[in-house]
């Protein structure tokens, strides 16, 4: 009997072309929105924002005393006070308007609007109030206990650049600055299109001998904690027309498709030739030295992307880690931010084939002031535990053929780390 020729990639590309291809191969421009400033918390700035007024808005008193002259109070000292008349007093918010002369002063609190004629306040605590006099103890420097008039921010000062995660702090500044609308990037949609005769939905799997389609709602998860949304994502067999016509509908539906399963070289992994006979597809990569997750690839139709990972989660997890994340980091204009790593002593030996990128699983725990590094499957894309146990990603370098246990090493933080050893390390 003759051998069955074997479908998809000959090769492994490295992570390095086949993302750098891949993000310049996407020409997608996400679509904009105009927002209420609170309403665009977590959103993606799409424009820049400047302040359209000064913060303060006025010179104001930094905190509870009186406002003075400074001149009048020079001569201060706890041996020789200086009188001064109080003739009015402003709370913050107050509009009526106030003045000072020569050897007058008026009560104020943090806020008030520093009174015409003064340039400092005396705080409470430095001073003494007799009926309709104050006597003040210290002097103060001009302007002192004052927040001037545009010292935060003036207007035309950058509040948000392109591609600011709106943070609350931002809302504050944009408030107080005049800004109440901001235009952001709408949601990125992802369509998603599990292949397998045998997968599951979890909302209706009964039997334990069923496969439960757990990667689709992974990837559910995933795109709506980097900022996107799942426009729809569905369970497709493995005939090579249903995958063709599942993913022409996620092409019409949303920016970004995502197929789980059926890209490797198997008689039923159609993906690559569903995609294939979809008119205008051109392929990015396809096989990447990526340990798990080497059946990973990617094709582009008009400019959007097909992204293709394994049905295995943690091979599919790591695909989004290393191509969706940076897609859409890219897309919505966002700067990478440096993840938390720490250094750890590894407690056994890893290994590494040369030529492969791969991404260890560990459990990282602390034991006096040394954090271990406890490795768990690197083989096993389908074993869910390695995710929930693990809480950081150890990476080894294609020309890398691994670390001897006890060596110190980087790894990526990705949930707290254990205090002591856990108690599932069990060898």
């Not at 389908?382 to 670390?403: A, H, M, P, Q």
Request: proline share 5%.
């Amino acid at each position: 009997m003759p051998r069955q020729k074997l479908k998809g990639f000959t090769s492994f590309e490295s992570v390095e072309s086949a993302l750098r291809k891949f993000l310049k191969a996407v020409t997608i421009e996400p679509d904009v929105e105009t927002l209420d400033i609170v309403d665009a918390v977590g959103r993606v700035a799409s424009h820049q924002v400047k302040a359209l007024r000064d913060y303060p808005p006025f010179d104001r008193a930094a905190m509870d005393g009186f406002a003075v002259r400074s001149e009048d109070v020079i001569s201060a000292s706890e041996r020789e006070p200086v009188e001064l008349r109080v003739v009015g007093k402003v709370e913050a918010g107050s509009r009526e308007y106030v003045r000072i002369g020569e050897g007058e002063a008026v009560m104020i609190f943090t806020g008030g609007r520093i009174p015409e004629g003064a340039d400092a306040v005396v705080p409470f605590e430095y001073s003494t109030l007799l009926g309709d006099h104050v006597l003040v103890f210290k002097p103060v420097p001009k302007y002192g206990n004052v927040s001037r008039a545009g010292e935060d921010l003036h207007a035309g000062d950058v509040i948000l650049e392109r591609g600011t995660v709106i943070r609350p702090w931002h809302i504050t500044a944009l408030a107080e600055s005049g800004v109440t609308k901001v235009k952001v990037f709408k949601p990125l949609r992802i369509a998603i299109v599990n292949t397998g005769d045998e997968l599951r939905d979890y909302r209706q799997a009964r039997g334990k001998d069923e496969v439960v389609n757990s990667s689709g709602p992974l990837i559910e998860g995933y795109a709506k904690e980097i900022g996107c949304v799942t426009t729809w994502s569905r369970i497709v067999r493995d005939d090579v027309n249903e995958v063709r016509a599942a993913i022409e509908k996620g092409l019409r539906d949303a920016d970004i498709v995502i197929t789980t399963g059926g890209s490797s070289i198997g008689e039923k992994d159609l993906v690559p030739e569903a995609v294939e006979g979809i008119p205008g597809s051109e392929l990015v990569f396809h096989g990447v030295n990526l340990r798990p997750g080497r059946t990973a690839g990617a094709y582009v139709v008009n400019g959007k992307p097909i992204l293709m990972l394994s049905g295995l989660p943690v091979a599919c997890f790591i695909g989004l880690e290393v191509f969706l994340k940076p897609l859409v980091r890219k897309l919505y204009g966002v700067k990478e931010v440096p993840e938390p790593t720490v250094r750890a002593r590894l407690t056994r030996k890893v290994a590494n084939v040369v030529g492969f990128r791969s991404y260890y699983r560990v459990v990282l725990y602390s034991m006096g002031n040394v954090i271990y590094a406890e490795p768990l499957r690197l083989t096993g894309s389908g074993i869910i535990s390695t995710l929930i146990r693990g809480n950081g990603i150890l990476e080894i370098d294609e020309n890398v053929e691994g670390y001897e246990e006890g060596s110190e090493v980087i790894v990526k933080v990705i949930a707290p780390i254990y205090k002591g050893k856990p108690h599932f390390i069990n060898w």
